[in-house]
C-alpha cells in the first residue's frame, strides 16, 4: 500500500476513534456512490453526519480541510442523498471534517462541525 494510502487509512482510524468518544455512532465506512467516496457515515441523536477526513505531513501548502475541494462537497452531497434514498432514511445530514496534522508521531485533529457552509 502507498504511503499516502497508510497516512489515509491511520487518519480515518484516528477519526473514527475520535468520533465515537464523542458519543457518535459509526454506520458506514467508505461509502462508496459511483465516484464518490464517503469517509465516516455516523449518527448523533437524530442528525446523521457525512465526515471528509483530510490528512497531511504538514500545512506548508495549506491545511488539510482547505483540500476539500467544491467538486469533492458536490460528490459527497451526491452520495449522501443517495445514501439517505438507498436505506429509506429520512434524517437532517451535517457534513463535517476533520483534518490531521502528522508531524512526527504526533497526531493533531481539528474536527470542523457543519463544514460544508464553512467552503462555500
Known amino acids: 500500500?502507498?504511503?499516502?494510502?497508510?497516512?489515509?487509512?491511520?487518519?480515518?482510524?484516528?477519526?473514527?476513534?475520535?468520533?465515537?468518544?464523542?458519543?457518535?455512532?459509526?454506520?458506514?465506512?467508505?461509502?462508496?456512490?459511483q465516484k464518490a467516496e464517503v469517509d465516516l457515515i455516523m449518527q448523533q441523536g437524530t442528525t446523521l453526519i457525512c465526515v471528509e477526513v483530510k490528512a497531511r505531513t504538514n500545512?506548508?501548502?495549506?491545511?488539510?480541510?482547505?483540500?476539500?475541494?467544491?467538486?469533492?462537497?458536490?460528490?459527497?452531497?451526491?452520495?449522501?442523498?443517495?445514501?439517505?434514498?438507498?436505506?429509506?432514511?429520512?434524517?437532517?445530514?451535517?457534513?463535517d471534517v476533520v483534518a490531521c496534522i502528522v508531524k512526527g508521531n504526533k497526531w493533531f485533529l481539528k474536527y470542523i462541525t457543519n463544514a460544508l457552509y464553512s467552503f462555500e
Open 1 to 33: 500500500m502507498a504511503e499516502h494510502n497508510i497516512l489515509g487509512v491511520e487518519a480515518e482510524r484516528k477519526a473514527l476513534t475520535f468520533l465515537s468518544e464523542k458519543g457518535y455512532q459509526l454506520l458506514q465506512k467508505n461509502y462508496r456512490f
Open 59 to 95: 500545512d506548508f501548502f495549506g491545511t488539510p480541510e482547505q483540500f476539500v475541494s467544491s467538486k469533492k462537497i458536490k460528490l459527497l452531497v451526491r452520495a449522501m442523498d443517495h445514501y439517505l434514498k438507498e436505506n429509506t432514511i429520512e434524517m437532517e445530514v451535517r457534513f
